[in-house]
């Protein structure tokens, strides 16, 4: 599955490389340069940090989906009780 992004948070990224290099690197990067660095790190790197990012998901979800119980539980026979109370 390919990792799509906007072209605005394509553009950011991009803009984000740059200065990276420009602050951290002994040489700047160009923009072109900076695209294909993205588009190499979303192919080759993306994969696992979505895969990591869809583990956390199914794990909270399967987490929540053990207290549904709790949350949503009813006591069976209860219509007797409540006269049984009041005796």
Same mark, same amino acid.
């Given at each position: 599955m %390919?990792?799509?992004?906007?072209? $605005? !948070?394509? #553009? &950011? %990224?991009i803009t984000s490389i740059e200065r990276y290099f420009r602050e951290n690197m002994d $040489?700047?990067?160009? +923009?072109? %340069? !900076?695209g294909a660095l993205l588009g190499f790190f979303?192919?080759?790197v993306g994969p696992l940090v979505? +895969? &990591? !990012?869809?583990t956390d998901v199914q794990d909270r979800l399967q987490a929540r989906?053990?207290?549904v119980d709790?949350?949503?539980? $009813?006591? $069976?026979f209860q219509y007797?009780? #409540?006269?049984? #109370?009041k005796r």
């Amino acid at each position: 599955m %390919a990792i799509d992004i906007s072209k $605005e !948070a394509r #553009k &950011q %990224a991009i803009t984000s490389i740059e200065r990276y290099f420009r602050e951290n690197m002994d $040489e700047p990067i160009g +923009n072109l %340069a !900076a695209g294909a660095l993205l588009g190499f790190f979303l192919e080759e790197v993306g994969p696992l940090v979505y +895969n &990591q !990012a869809v583990t956390d998901v199914q794990d909270r979800l399967q987490a929540r989906v053990m207290e549904v119980d709790l949350e949503v539980h $009813e006591d $069976e026979f209860q219509y007797w009780r #409540k006269f049984d #109370k009041k005796r």
